[in-house]
């Protein structure tokens, strides 16, 4: 059986959700939709059989759709899956789910009702350095966690900003944190387990926007390891690293790159003779554009088609935006916040 897909937004990002689309063959691409109308046809016409529009009504009732992948800016999120969701067709959606909270759950809910599918896009746990390191933390060769951390040292200059007017607003964006450093955080939580508290600070230092462009964090585990978040677009004069590192009493795994898909180190006290070259196939992901995407989109499609729980649902995504809003919280009140809270001051998603 072939799922057909259907794109809202026309972006940068849905060039990556097109090829990989294209590489799998129990997927199809029908059509997409934008607000701007040249910009959908422009991209509609790079991919043979798949119609334009500006009104995503008329694009779900014209044509035969499984899946409608979100590819719009991140404020526009919730909205538009509140829009698509009564056409009952499963829903993908690029991160983070939403900007609040209560919209998090606003479409959780909507999803719920209308029986389809919630899936948000964390490609990066499909990277194999990931992958390895993932499988050693459920063998438990880690013993106790002490410490994980992500570093996010990229450059993002004010031309950058300036191409989406949207981009670094707190109604629609959100800064370093929410936009560049989400996926990091996510893999974070994702290997370290629920967070018990968190302590944050922000600044914008050579971004002309709202938002942060720099920003640090302190967390406290529920099982009492610590972890450090470092989330910057002010690296100059080129982009450095984003890395996710675990610590534990047995060893210790760094896995660094541009986007967490190289292995640096792998160190453990039962490591034996033959792990090195067990790890070969897992020390970097495939040099191929949007090859973690494509993988996300294979487990998507598994689990429609099985019906089984994706690896990045909902509440996964719901998991991520709460430490997010978190963050933005303790920076914005200069305390320490606890998890399962009710936001207050954060800004983000505001108009």
């Known amino acids: 059986m072939t799922l057909n897909f259907a794109f809202i937004g026309c972006s940068s990002i849905a060039r990556k959700h097109a090829v990989s689309l294209e590489r799998i063959p129990e997927a199809n691409l029908v059509a997409v939709c934008d607000l701007d109308k040249n910009k959908a046809q422009e991209f509609a016409s790079s991919y ?70 919630l899936f948000v896009v964390q490609q990066n746990r499909f990277n194999l350095p990931i992958i390895k390191l993932r499988e050693a933390l459920q063998n438990q060769r880690f013993g106790k966690l002490c410490l994980g951390t992500v570093r996010v040292r990229w450059c993002r200059r004010q031309q ?15 800064g370093a944190l929410t936009n560049q450093a989400s996926h990091h955080i996510d893999m974070l939580s994702w290997m370290m387990g629920p967070v018990e508290s968190v302590m944050a600070k922000t600044g914008t230092f050579l971004a002309d926007i709202e938002a942060e462009d720099t920003g640090l964090a302190i967390l406290k585990f529920a099982n009492g390891a610590l972890g450090v978040i470092e989330a910057t677009t002010a690296t100059r004069p080129q982009d450095l690293e984003g890395s996710l590192s675990i610590m534990g009493e047995k060893g210790s795994v760094e896995v660094g790159g541009f986007f967490m898909n190289e292995l640096k180190t792998w160190n ?55 430490l997010i809003n978190a963050l933005y919280e303790s920076a914005e009140t200069g305390k320490e916040i606890f998890l399962r809270f009710k936001p207050r001051h954060c800004r983000l998603g505001l108009k």
């Open 160 to 174: 950058y900003y300036d191409q989406s007017p949207w981009r670094g607003t707190w109604a629609m964006d959100g």
């Open 268 to 322: 453990f006290e039962d490591s034996t003779s033959t792990e090195e070259e067990e790890l070969e196939d897992h020390r970097k992901n495939p040099d191929l554009f949007a090859w973690n995407h494509t993988e996300y989109l294979k487990d998507v499609i598994t689990s429609i088609k099985e019906d089984t729980r994706g690896v990045v649902d909902g509440l996964e995504g719901r998991k991520s935006l709460e």
């Open 48 to 117: 043979q059989g798949v119609s334009a529009y500006q009104d995503y009504r008329a694009m779900l009732e014209e044509n035969p759709v499984d899946v409608v992948s979100v590819l719009t800016p991140s404020g526009c999120h919730a909205e538009n899956i509140l829009q698509v969701a009564p056409y009952q067709k499963h829903i993908v959606v690029e991160k983070p789910i939403a900007l609040k909270l209560d919209d998090a759950d606003a479409v959780i809910n909507a999803c719920d009702q209308n029986r389809i599918k």
